[in-house]
């Protein structure tokens, strides 16, 4: 009995793609980069178990601080979606996280005058009082977890990790001007830094 035609090139894909991985496997490479990329996922795992400790200690989550943050430190009114974006979530997920914080009273939602369906999000005097201490102790945690690294040493971590960073942004946004996007990032982390001081 004869393989259909449509069976014979699934075959010959599927053992094109087994050749490319046993072929990665092999690989020195593939094992470097298999390690660093768990030692990435780890780091960041880790870094926001620390950091949901100590803003825990100021009545915030770690989610509630990145919003607080994005808008304390945006030069214009600020939306949902424009929390979205700055932080790289859903506006679906960020809107529920916005409703848990006008809740618990730290945030109030306006009408904008000129464009009713537009609503602004603001921070509530009680978030002010809970940002300025979370603040200051979230810098000197960074400022601790960074001090093992010489000056020169951080400026090498940085490049490496905007290295990676450049390849998935090419990943997420095919035929977008990534240098433009990483501008716009740098921009907005040098604006957010320097209110944080």
């Known amino acids: 009995m004869s393989t259909p035609a449509s069976a014979t090139i699934v075959l010959k894909g599927t053992l094109k793609v087994e050749e490319k991985l046993n072929m990665m496997v092999n ?67 960020v809107s529920m996280l916005v409703d848990r914080m006008v809740k618990a009273g730290l945030l109030r ?15 509530t005097s009680k978030a002010e009082s809970a940002l300025k201490p979370a603040n200051i102790a979230a810098v000197e945690f960074f400022q601790q977890v960074m001090s093992p690294l010489s000056h020169e040493e951080a400026h090498t971590f940085v490049g490496l990790f905007k290295m990676i960073n450049y390849k998935l942004l090419e990943y997420l946004n095919p035929g977008a001007d990534i240098e433009g996007i990483l501008k716009n990032d740098s921009e907005r982390s040098a604006y957010s830094y320097k209110q944080l001081k």
Request: charge should be positive; aromatic fraction near 6%.
């Open 27 to 93: 690989s020195k490479d593939y094992s470097l980069n298999m390690v660093l990329v768990r030692l990435v996922y780890l780091t960041n795992a880790r870094l926001k178990t620390c950091l949901d400790g100590i803003l825990k200690g100021h009545g915030l989550t770690t989610e509630q601080y990145t919003v607080l943050v994005t808008i304390k430190y945006h030069d214009v009114p600020v939306t949902i979606t424009d929390i979205a974006r700055r932080t790289e979530r859903t506006t679906n997920s």
């Open 109 to 123: 939602r306006v009408r904008d005058k000129s464009d009713r369906r537009v609503v602004n999000v603001f921070i």
